[in-house]
């Protein structure tokens, strides 16, 4: 149902933009957000959206990172710019979706992101 995409290797201070489309029998999308998982740590919430427009960031990345949403494509984005190298992680998408008459929360498969010279 979320298919993320936009990972890569990137230099500290660099910049990325991560993606993710829900797809499929869905009827209506709540919130959306990004996780991550560094090695050997918990997964942890980045950023949220919710369909009205309200906005929450980790403190880490508060004023680097820009999540924003296209409702009309079901799609969630995440800006990264001046990352540093402790952002290095899985990043996953997350949502609240409307399918089947009923709401779920859906992952999406990660894409990894690695912060180094």
């Known amino acids: 149902q979320l298919q993320a995409s936009g990972g890569g290797l990137v230099q500290p201070g660099g910049s990325l933009r991560l993606s993710c489309a829900a797809s499929?029998?869905?009827?209506?999308?709540?919130?959306m957000g990004w996780y991550r998982q560094a090695p050997g740590k918990q997964r942890e919430l980045v950023a949220r959206?919710?369909?009205?427009?309200?906005?929450s960031y980790e403190d880490s990345v508060e004023g680097r990172f820009t999540i924003s949403r296209d409702n009309a494509k079901n799609t969630v984005y995440l800006q990264m710019n001046n990352l540093e190298p402790e952002d290095t992680a899985v990043y996953y998408c997350?949502?609240?979706?409307?399918?089947?008459?009923?709401?779920?929360?859906?992952w999406g498969q990660g894409t990894l992101v690695t912060v180094s010279s």
């Open positions: 959206t919710t369909r009205g427009g309200t906005i």
């Open positions: 997350n949502a609240d979706l409307w399918v089947g008459g009923r709401w779920g929360n859906y």
């Open positions: 499929g029998s869905i009827n209506s999308i709540d919130v």
